[in-house]
């Protein structure tokens, strides 16, 4: 059992996935026009909410079958499995992670599907930045015993953008974890999302910033903080 294990988000936490879907709108508005880019966003948006994920092939699998004959769907799916995810990491996301893996064992935990998630995190380079520990789920805030018992630790650090993602993991592990919330990304700065959940341990302005975090010395001060609090 290591003493401490950091789990970090990938979507706007370490690489800046509001810039890929830009991308991605230029592109299929720029190649396929304004009408099929408009339906596959209706068809992505509808996937999303019958999932709880982004998934940008399945999208475009049931774009196909209004246009079984059209090869330029080839170019679409090509676009993605090709994209240059590297360049859209966010500035200091690899010295981030160096420097959390001086604390103990940094582990990618991100939601997604099977194919596309895991491809990102590959050629983006975070795949190797932790050797390999990477867990991909539906739901990850619903997956924390499948977590355990895969990276077994004293105490754990959720480095994530989204705040109900930090509230739900919160309130399943408790004293066992102390999240930080990095201000990054569309949901980061939503004002529904921040006033509907309460805050985090520990916040950033962005992920460059956890390299000038003592966060040995921030963990004793919760921990000492909650010794405080309990009667």
Request: a positive charge.
């Given at each position: 059992m290591d003493d401490l294990i950091l789990l970090f988000d990938v979507d706007n936490t370490l690489l800046d996935n509001d810039s890929v879907t830009v991308d991605l709108a230029q592109h299929l508005t720029r190649n396929f026009g304004r009408e099929s880019a408009a339906r596959y966003w209706e068809i992505f948006?509808?996937?999303?909410?019958?999932?709880?994920?982004?998934?940008?092939?399945?999208?475009?699998?049931?774009?196909r079958l209004d246009k079984m004959d059209d090869v330029s769907m080839l170019q679409m799916s090509d676009f993605l499995l090709e994209y240059p995810f590297s360049r859209r990491l966010f500035t200091g996301a690899f010295d981030a992670l160096a420097r959390a893996h001086q604390w103990g064992t940094t582990v990618i935990l991100s939601d997604g599907d099977v194919v596309f998630q895991p491809r990102k995190i590959r050629r983006s380079g975070l795949w190797d930045a932790v050797q390999g520990r990477v867990?991909?789920?539906?739901?990850?805030?619903?997956?924390?015993?499948?977590?355990?018992?895969?990276?077994?630790?004293?105490?754990?650090?959720?480095?994530?953008?989204?705040?109900?993602?930090?509230?739900?993991?919160?309130?399943?592990?408790?004293?066992?974890?102390?999240?930080?919330?990095?201000?990054?990304?569309h949901y980061a700065h939503d004002p529904a999302n921040i006033s509907s959940y309460p805050a985090a341990d520990i916040t950033l302005d962005r992920i460059s910033d956890l390299v000038h975090l003592d966060l040995p010395e921030r963990l004793n001060a919760i921990w000492a903080q909650a010794r405080r609090n309990t009667p």
């Open positions: 948006e509808a996937l999303r909410a019958e999932l709880g994920y982004t998934d940008y092939l399945g999208a475009l699998q049931r774009y867990l991909v789920y539906i739901h990850k805030e619903k997956m924390l015993d499948a977590v355990m018992t895969r990276h077994p630790g004293r105490h754990y650090v959720m480095v994530e953008d989204k705040l109900r993602i930090l509230a739900a993991m919160k309130a399943f592990l408790g004293e066992r974890l102390t999240t930080i919330f990095v201000r990054q990304g």
